[in-house]
C-alpha cells in the first residue's frame, strides 16, 4: 500500500535546472573551464562532486569553498530577480494526490534557495515537511536524505514512492529500498535510468505511476 510520496524539488517541482547549470557555467569560465551540459549532467546529476577536479591546477579546499559561496549568493540573487516556473501540471497533480497521500520534499537544495523559489508559489501546503542540504550530513547520492524522509513520515520503504530526475537521486532511493519514479526533462532526456520504477516524460505520466499504486 502506499503511504507516502518523497519528491525532490529541482526539475521535479521547479523548472531550475537549466538556471543551476547556467550558475555553475558561470562559475567556471572565469578559472578557464567551459562547463558544458554533459559536465554538468556527468558530474552534477550523475555524481555529486562538482567539476573541481577537471581544473588545471587545482584549487585548495579553501578556494573552492570561496568559489562555491559566490555562486550560491549569485544564484540567490537570479532565483530572486527571475520568474522560476513550476514544472507544468504539478499544481494540479499535487492537489488531486493530497487529499490521498501523505507527502513531502527531499532535495539537494539548499534552505535558502528552496525559500526563496517557493515564496512565490502555491506548492508549499501540499508537503508535510522539506528536507534541504543542511538538514543531514551526506547528500544525494547517498540514501541518507530519503531514509530520514521516511523516519520523518513513519513509513516502511515499500510504502512509500520516490519522485527524481536524476541519476543520483535514483541511485539514494534505491539505495533506501524505495520505488522511483522518474521525470526525464532536457538536461536527462538522453539518460535510459536503469533500475527506476516508472520513467516518464510529463507530470501527467507520472500521476498516472502514483494513481495506479492508490
Known amino acids: 500500500m502506499l503511504r507516502a510520496l518523497l519528491w525532490d524539488n529541482d526539475g521535479v517541482l521547479v ?3 537549466q538556471l543551476f547549470y547556467e550558475a555553475n557555467r558561470d562559475l567556471f569560465r572565469p578559472l578557464g ?3 558544458t551540459a554533459q559536465h554538468f549532467f556527468d558530474w552534477y546529476l550523475a555524481d555529486n562532486c562538482g567539476a573541481w577536479h577537471l581544473l588545471e591546477p587545482p584549487l585548495s579546499a579553501a578556494q573552492a569553498e570561496a568559489y562555491r559561496s559566490e555562486r ?3 544564484y540567490a540573487a537570479r532565483l530572486a530577480s527571475e520568474h522560476i516556473p513550476a514544472i507544468d501540471g504539478v499544481a494540479e497533480t499535487l492537489a488531486a494526490l493530497a487529499p490521498r497521500v501523505r507527502m513531502g520534499v527531499v532535495t539537494s537544495a539548499n534552505a535558502d534557495h528552496f525559500d526563496i523559489i517557493h515564496q ?3 506548492l508549499r501546503p501540499y508537503f508535510e515537511f522539506v528536507l534541504t542540504h543542511e538538514t543531514y550530513t551526506h547528500s544525494k547520492p547517498s ?3 530519503y531514509l530520514l524522509g521516511l523516519e520523518r513520515m513513519g513509513v516502511r520503504a515499500d510504502e512509500a514512492l ?3 530526475d536524476s541519476p543520483r537521486g535514483l541511485q539514494a532511493a534505491t539505495a533506501a529500498g ?5 521525470l526525464r526533462n532536457a538536461l536527462t532526456r538522453h539518460h535510459d535510468f536503469p533500475g527506476a520504477w516508472r520513467v516518464v516524460d510529463t507530470m ?3 500521476r498516472a505511476a502514483v494513481e495506479s499504486l492508490l
Open 15 to 17: 523548472d531550475t535546472e
Open 72 to 74: 550560491n549568493r549569485q
Open 204 to 206: 501527467a505520466e507520472v
Open 33 to 35: 573551464l567551459e562547463l
Open 143 to 145: 540514501p541518507e536524505p
Open 162 to 164: 520516490v519522485i527524481e
Open 120 to 122: 512565490r508559489l502555491p
Open 178 to 182: 524505495i520505488r522511483c519514479v522518474i
